[in-house]
Structure formats: structure tokens, C-alpha cells
């Protein structure tokens, strides 16, 4: 299969990296066709990018828009830069990109949450060069995440396209994360993997390197460096082994980041350097248990979500930074990237603050008619029309690999999931999954576990996929969805349930994807009322309960981190309140509760092995 390269763009002593993000021009094109890549926009509004364009404007009209708009910056080469390769990347743009230079296409991607790159120099002119970008934020029933797509005539006869998202997020839209252009050398390092095999016995590794390359080298040097810059190993060649002993294991919460210098030697001199930090550290799922390194690894954190105040489903560092401080401090390890795959720059974060990530693709809302009304659902599964009417398969195709080519390397990815809440037990589900997951596993050079994230209905007698997983995920509800204001039985359903599919699959593990309850903060009640702090509460103690009882239990990440922007509906105030943070991370009273309860469970060895 072709490979995609998605090197980040790094600095080093054969690259430079330019940063076009900033203030750029935005327009919607009203009516569609309105403007093309020949002129540019004539507009007074502006846009930061990177950052959703919805909360930059206090117009609703703007805010709600569904179709097309234009984003234009201008820039400029410095002279010396002239005879290099010169690449443009995209962090991502959602949904839909088609990228010009001076009025000439450049490049077009789909798919909101993964990077895309494009060779300019053919394109770039003496002087300013404008870079016009038109965006789309439809979703419909071939794209995923996936879209109620409506389209209406206006009384110009012009289209007017709705979107009713098929999922419980905010439709945020634009260019979402960094536009950077760099350069390379002519003869270029162009992919880097690193798979390593970790002898536990002996403490030492063996580092297997594949390098690509564009151009022509004499020699490939590989140097690994360790935390005190000594280097600790060396090989030759495009495809290698670096044996590394008393190796410094990349442990949850206590990582350890080795440094490959992969150098591109020609006529005796260096011609491209390229720097991947990389984790030694072992995965493998056995006898009902996730190990890390050999023991016993216990999930204890969250469901996410990219989204804050105003930069919308942006990159924002500084909360990336804020989270996994206040992941730490209550205890947790591990959080898993719903509902798509995050910024390369929280991917990067994670490996060095040893936060264990289960990387999601944005496969939600393979479900037709989603909708919180799981009881009424949970009658029709057998007539479920989801695999007839979805076209989603070649967007999940392209996207997996996408994922898997980004972050392969990462050592805080331990586990792919392959879609959310998808219709696992409706008729067709294991024909359309079987082939993703052969997909996955052939494109991951580190053979990762597999998973998917289990809605309600997906219980051990409706379900039709559990056998492609490694790992059971399950998203539950009982005392919100279902039983709403009741606990008293939310202990003994877990427990039943979880025993059922401990029973059928003894070797899988079984975690806890989602769980939670919408708590408004600030809101009390003395008799634990819904949506009050102390109901919160009471909902998480009532489940911590079942699952200290199931030994195959290996992890609980809660619904949610922070609240976090949606559509509008009756079910939702400003959103999903389900957050054990706000939107701006002050603690809910559960913050105390769960940080008590996971600073006393040790991420490693908790449920030994027998
Ligand atoms: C599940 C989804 C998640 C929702 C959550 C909820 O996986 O995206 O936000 O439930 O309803 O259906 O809060």
C-alpha cells in the first residue's frame, strides 16, 4: 500500500521551518461559486489560525454556517531559501481543503483531522505569494465524522446546504492547527519508523529503523541519544537494528525519550538531518490483562475532546499543557483521543509526560439517527439500516492510514480504536469492520492492539464485532440514560454485565471508555438530584464498585475531562455537561472523589496476573 509521510516539521542543521499562522482574510462564499482562487478576497473579516472560525465572530449567521469559505494569507521566500525543497503542511483544516498558490491549485484533502503536505516550489512567484485556501465543514454519509446532509434552493435558486451533526460535539470548522512551510534539502529524509523490541530479561532493546528517502544518499547514519545527549548507539544503512542496552523504558507517567538523528550522507558530507524522539517500551495483551513492559497496566483518566473557548476545536497549547498537569495531579494516566486524532503537538506531549493515549480515527456517528434515546433504540437493533445506508468506508480506509502513518512512532499511542459508538450490532457491522482492522494491523509497524468503543446496545448477546478486538471498550450510561436519578441498581447491572463478557471472551480485557452524568457546577442537592455535584459523585462510586470486582477489568476513563460545546438540542445547556472539569477547568466536587480513588490505584500491577 502507498505510503503517506508525515514527518513533523522540525529545525535542524539542514532545515528551516516557517510559520504562516497568524491573521489570515476569511470569506464565505455566498453563493457558492461565488469567489475562485483567480482574485483575491475582497473582505474586511479576518480569521486566527490556527482556530475554529465559529467563535471568532459575534454574528450567528457566521457562527452556523454550512458550506464553503475562503481563507488568504500572503508570504514571502527569503532569497537563500530559493534551491531548497520547499513543503507546505497542514496540521489539518476541517473538513474539506483545497489549497491554491497565486491562483493555481496546489493540492486538495478530506478529512478534518490529519495532516496533509504539498512540494511548492513549482508554484512560487518573485515577491508576495498569496495562499487561498476554500474549506468545507459539510459532513454527510460518506465523510466521517458522520453528517445529517440536507440541501435547500433559496429564492435566487442558489443551494443552502444544512448540516445536523450524527454525533455529540460542536461542528467546529477551519484551519484547526498550524500551516507551516518548510524546507528540505533536494535529497531528503522523507519517512522515519521505528519499531522497538524490548527484551525485559536483560534490559536491552533492539531498535529496528526504516528510513525513505526523496533523492539520493551515499549513506544513511543513524545516532540515538539518550536524555544526557550521549549517544548510545549507531547503524548504517535504510534499513537497520540499534541494540541498546540498559535501556531506559518508557514507563506511564515516567517517560524516557531517546532521540534519533537519522543523517543523509552524500559525496561525503551531510546533506539532510532529521530528529525523531521516540519511547522504548512493549505492548501486548494477554490473558485478560493490557501490559506495559510486562505488567499489568490499569487505564485510570478520560474521554477528551479538542475544544475551548473561542479557539473552538483549535490548537490551544496552553490548555493541552494546563490538562495533562490536572490529568496528573488527580492521578490519571491515560486519555483517549475522542472522537479523532489529535494534534501532532498533544501527540508530541503526551510521549514526553508519559500520558498513555488511545488514539481514536473520527468514525463517530456510524449510527443512522443518533440520539440519546438508547432504551427506545435498544428494541430495533435487528432492523437497524446503518451498513445499508453509510458510505463511510473509503473516508475510514484513508483515514486509518493517515493515523496510523502519523503516529506510528508515538510511544504513548498503546492502543488504536477504530471507530466510537458505531452500530456494532446491527446487520453488516462485521462485514464493514473485519477489513478496517486487517487494514490496522497491517499498516502499524508496531502491532498495536485494536479496539472499538461499544455503545449501550452493544451488549455480549447483540454484539457483532467483539471478536475482531483485542481490547473490550465500553461506553455505559446506566443512571443517566438509562434509570435516570436511580442508582440503586447501577452497581449490580455493571457487575452482571461485565461478568457476562468476562465470561464469553476470559482473554480480553475489558475497559471502561465512557461513564458519566451531566453535572451543572454549582449545582447541590441533599438528595443527589440529576445534574447536581453530589449525583456526579454518587454515579462514579456506584461503578468503582463493580469494577474492583471483575479481575479482567483494566480501565476506567470517564465522560468527560471538561464540558465541551455541542449543537443545540433539548438534552444539551451549552453543551455536554458531563465534564469532571468546566470549560474553562475549575473542578467539579467528582475531581476530588476520582483523584482520591486513582492516586491509591498504581498504574502498574494493580490486577496482577495470576
Ligand atoms: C456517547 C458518545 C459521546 C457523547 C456521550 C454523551 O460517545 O460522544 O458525548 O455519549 O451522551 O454517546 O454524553
Redesign the pocket.
Known amino acids: 500500500m502507498e505510503e503517506i509521510n508525515l514527518l513533523y516539521p522540525i529545525t535542524t542543521n539542514t532545515r528551516v521551518v516557517l510559520d504562516l499562522d497568524g491573521v489570515w482574510k476569511f470569506q464565505v462564499e455566498e453563493p457558492v461559486g461565488s469567489i475562485t482562487e483567480d482574485n483575491p478576497l475582497k473582505t474586511d473579516e479576518v480569521m486566527a489560525v490556527p482556530a475554529s472560525f465559529n467563535d471568532q465572530t459575534d454574528k450567528p449567521a457566521l457562527r452556523e454556517h454550512n458550506g464553503y469559505f475562503w481563507y488568504e494569507t500572503n508570504f514571502e521566500v527569503a532569497d537563500i531559501l530559493q534551491d531548497q525543497r520547499l513543503v507546505l503542511r497542514f496540521g489539518s483544516v476541517t473538513h474539506e481543503a483545497w489549497v491554491y498558490l497565486n491562483g493555481k491549485k496546489l493540492t486538495h484533502h478530506k478529512g478534518g483531522f490529519t495532516p496533509f503536505e504539498v512540494e511548492v516550489n513549482d508554484f512560487l512567484v518573485p515577491g508576495k505569494n498569496r495562499l487561498s485556501v476554500r474549506v468545507s465543514n459539510l459532513l454527510d454519509y460518506t465523510t466521517l465524522p458522520v453528517g445529517n446532509f440536507s440541501e435547500t434552493k433559496d429564492e435566487n435558486g442558489d443551494p443552502q446546504y444544512s448540516v445536523d451533526e450524527n454525533?455529540?460535539?460542536y461542528n467546529y470548522a477551519g484551519i484547526h492547527r498550524p500551516v507551516k512551510l518548510y524546507s528540505t534539502p533536494k535529497d531528503y529524509i522523507s519517512d522515519v519508523t521505528i519499531v522497538p523490541d524490548v527484551n525485559l530479561n536483560d534490559g536491552s532493546a533492539n531498535v529496528n529503523f526504516d528510513i525513505d528517502t526523496g533523492g539520493s544518499f551515499d549513506d544513511i547514519e543513524i545516532k540515538i541519544i539518550d536524555e544526557n545527549n550521549n549517544e548510545v548507539g549507531t547503524a548504517k544503512g535504510t534499513s537497520t537494528n540499534v541494540e541498546i542496552n540498559n535501556v531506559h523504558l518508557w514507563q506511564p507517567l515516567n517517560a524516557y525519550i531517546y532521540t534519533a538523528k537519522i543523517i543523509g550522507i552524500k559525496n561525503g558530507k551531510i546533506v539532510d538531518t532529521y530528529e525523531e524522539p521516540f519511547g522504548v517500551r512493549k505492548v501486548e495483551v494477554k490473558s485478560g490483562r493490557f501490559l506495559i513492559n510486562g505488567e499489568p497496566f490499569y487505564f485510570k483518566g478520560f474521554?477528551k475532546h479538542e475544544d475551548t473557548y473561542v479557539n473552538g476545536k483549535g490548537l490551544n497549547e496552553a490548555y493541552n499543557v494546563l490538562d495533562i498537569k490536572l490529568m496528573k495531579s488527580m492521578g490519571a494516566n491515560s486519555f483517549r483521543t475522542?472522537?479523532y486524532p489529535y494534534s501532532d503537538e498533544m501527540m508530541r506531549l503526551c510521549d514526553r509526560e508519559g500520558i498513555v493515549v488511545i488514539e481514536e480515527t473520527p468514525a463517530?456517528g456510524l449510527m443512522v439517527d443518533?440520539g440519546?434515546d438508547i432504551a427506545n433504540k435498544m428494541d430495533k437493533i435487528d432492523e437497524d439500516p446503518t451498513w445499508s445506508k453509510l458510505k463511510t468506508g473509503d473516508a475510514h480506509r484513508q483515514v486509518i492510514h493517515e493515523m496510523i502513518d502519523r503516529d506510528k512512532n508515538h510511544a504513548c499511542v498503546v492502543m488504536w480504536s477504530i471507530s466510537?459508538?458505531s452500530a456494532h450490532y446491527a446487520p453488516g457491522a462485521h462485514e464493514y469492520f473485519e477489513p478496517l482492522f486487517k487494514l490496522a494491523r497491517e499498516l502499524d509497524p508496531q502491532k498495536r492492539p485494536c479496539t472499538y468503543?461499544a455503545?449501550m446496545m452493544t451488549l455480549p448477546d447483540t454484539d457483532k464485532c467483539t471478536d475482531l478486538v483485542d481490547v473490550i471498550s465500553l461506553?455505559r450510561?446506566y443512571g443517566?440514560?438509562l434509570t435516570n436519578g436511580d442508582l440503586s441498581k447501577v452497581t449490580d447491572t455493571v457487575l452482571q454485565e461485565l461478568n457476562q463478557w468476562q465470561s464469553k471472551y476470559p482473554d480480553k480485557p475489558i475497559i471502561y471508555?465512557?461513564y458519566?452524568a451531566?453535572t451543572i457546577a454549582g449545582v447541590h442537592s441533599p438528595y443527589n438530584e440529576p445534574f447536581s455535584e453530589e449525583y456526579q459523585v454518587e454515579y462514579y462510586k456506584k461503578y468503582s464498585t463493580a469494577f474492583d470486582e471483575v479481575k479482567n477489568f483494566t480501565g476506567e476513563q470517564v465522560?468527560?475531562f471538561a464540558d465541551?460545546q455541542?449543537k443545540f438540542g433539548i438534552?444539551r445547556v451549552q453543551g455536554?455537561k458531563?465534564g469532571i472539569f468546566t470549560r474553562s477547568r475549575e473542578p467539579k466536587m467528582a475531581a476530588k472523589y476520582l483523584s482520591d480513588r486513582w492516586n491509591n490505584i498504581p498504574n502498574l500491577g494493580f490486577k496482577k496476573l495470576k
Do not use: P
Request: hydrophobic share 35%; proline share 0%.
Open positions: 454525533f455529540d460535539f474521554g475522542s472522537h463517530v443518533f440519546f466510537n459508538e468503543v455503545i461506553n450510561y443517566w440514560y471508555t465512557e458519566g451531566d465522560w468527560n465541551f455541542t438534552q455536554n458531563k
